[in-house]
């Protein structure tokens, strides 16, 4: 089993900035691939960026120049730098762990851009 935990989303202003951090414990093996996905209200869930552990980068139209995805030396922990955030990044942000075909999600964490 892998467990996921989300920290960082909130509540920012047009133009700001977030930082959101996953750790994931448990049974992690490699090669995998770790990343962030989101769901706004009322759509479905969608691609936001993704790492592998061989530090591989993928991202969405809508985060590349914008968002930056990373990992820890450990590989077990992986970031996502927002900036120049806008209203349309509002929605819960989820992350995801892949083995071998097999995913692992995160319990979501809110992103509010508003002024």
């Known amino acids: 089993q892998v467990q996921l935990v989300e920290s960082g989303g909130g509540l920012v202003q047009p133009g700001g900035s977030l930082r959101l951090s996953c750790a994931a414990s448990?049974?992690?093996?490699?090669?995998?691939?770790m990343g962030w996905y989101r769901q706004p209200l009322g759509k479905q869930r969608e691609l936001v960026a993704t790492?592998?552990?061989?530090?591989?980068?993928n991202y969405a139209g809508s985060a590349k120049g914008r968002f930056t995805i990373s990992r820890s030396n450990a590989k077990t922990t992986v970031y996502l730098q927002m900036n120049s955030l806008k209203p349309e990044d509002t929605a819960v942000y989820y992350c995801?762990?892949?083995?071998?075909?097999?995913?692992?999600w995160g319990q979501g964490t809110q992103v509010t851009v508003s002024s």
């Open positions: 995801n762990y892949n083995y071998m075909g097999r995913d692992y």
């Open positions: 448990g049974f992690i093996l490699r090669p995998n691939v």
């Open positions: 790492i592998s552990s061989g530090d591989g980068v």
